[in-house]
């Protein structure tokens, strides 16, 4: 079957279909990683955009879902050079077509991938439509105009978990904020032995407060940071409560909290390939990377923040610090999958600031904690304080 590719400036790709049938319009977007594929397509910061893998042969690993990164994928679009029906692999459970049609995803083959990504390069990351129909060019136009500003955007909230849950161990605490967290997190926190309670992204700082955490890891996520007004919110009330540690949109948060600011890049950065400067140690390291958007430096110059890391390539803001509190912030991603693991040390680092804040902090007892948390919560009804100690 046939499928078309239309790009908001009106080039239009004709290829094979795979996948599922129907129309898909999203950002159009490109990552340099040869292999990956399942950890991209279920990377949730991939929410609202068709994705061109550069490295033309992609599904012949096929599919195993121990290898994703959320328990489904969130793509709007697949687009590859070609793509390979039947796996090689004994781990493969399924084919990536397979994939794409159980979760209503269409994808297009065949078509040059090195052309399409030329032209986002060129001209930056635009919109476009997939379709498998026979719809005329105009109409394809008009639908893709006629997208929603929503459809497109606040997928923060379709990507994150809708209510708290825990994975226990027995080392520090740690509230992870889930804004379309990747598991990589999760499983790296966990391998330290944290207690990490995984909480939504509308989380208020009074309910992270009741958890009584040692630390806060601050997810990844797709879309525009400044489409989360809520979360820097959130983030701005905690600030030098407790030690704080962003990851991506988790980073962009953090800075827009602090009163940095943020931008778009031209057409972002995605693959498992990009070098980045510690500026302390002068090292350089090879990190995994999926942005779109960058913080501002100039904007930083005027708040407690200091730039930490950039990028050696175009030499955009990386990683930042708070100059006064516990809290610093990488716009890659430590945790990898797919990627180089060079940057899990950034984990130990978060640990190693929480057992340094807890040396400085004088110990609280339980009892005055628990006193603490319900004069924050102020309950009124014995029902409300039990829910209260409930929560600790
Ligand atoms: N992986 C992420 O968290 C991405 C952050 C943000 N959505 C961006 O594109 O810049």
Known sequence: ??????????????????????????????????????????????????????????????????????VRPFVH????????????????????????????????SEIDTRMLTRIIRHYGTMKAILTTSNKRVEELMEMMGNTTIEELRNQVARTSTASSYSSPGNKERIVLVDYGAKAGILRELNERG???????????????????????????????????????????ELLGEYPIF?????????????????????????GGNHPVKELES????????????????????????????INNNDKTVEGIKHTRYPAFSVQYHPEAAPGP?????????????????????PV???QAQLAANARITAPKTNLQLEAVKGAL
């Open 341 to 361: 693991h060079d940057s899990s040390y950034l984990f130990d680092r978060f640990l190693q600031l929480i057992a340094d804040h807890k040396a400085k902090t």
């Open 282 to 309: 002068g090292r350089c390291f090879i990190t995994s990377q999926n942005h779109g958007y960058t913080v501002n430096e100039e904007s930083v110059k005027n708040t407690e923040l200091e730039v930490t890391h």
């Open 194 to 236: 944290c207690d990490v309670v995984v909480v939504p992204h509308d989380v208020k700082a009074e309910e992270v407060r009741r958890l009584n955490p040692d630390g806060i890891l601050l997810s990844n996520g797709p879309g525009d940071p400044k489409d989360v007004p809520h979360a820097v919110k959130t983030i701005s």
């Open 77 to 108: 679009g697949f687009v590859v050079r070609r793509h390979e029906e039947v796996p090689s692999n004994w781990r493969a459970e399924y084919s990536v077509d397979d994939l794409l049609k159980e979760y209503d995803i269409p994808g297009i």
């Open 364 to 366: 609280v007892s339980r």
């Open 1 to 70: 079957m046939q499928a078309r590719l239309l790009l908001q400036d009106g080039t239009l790709f004709t290829g094979t279909a795979f996948g599922a049938e129907g129309e898909k319009t999203g950002e159009v977007v490109f990552n340099t990683g040869i292999t990956g594929y399942q950890e991209v397509l279920s990377d949730p910061s991939y929410c609202g955009q068709i994705v061109t893998m550069t490295y033309p042969l992609i599904g012949n690993y096929g599919i195993t879902r121990d290898d994703f990164e959320s």
């Open 246 to 270: 962003g990851i991506c949109l988790g980073h962009q948060l953090f800075a827009l909290a602090c009163g940095a600011d943020t931008e778009k890049l031209k057409f972002g950065h995605r």
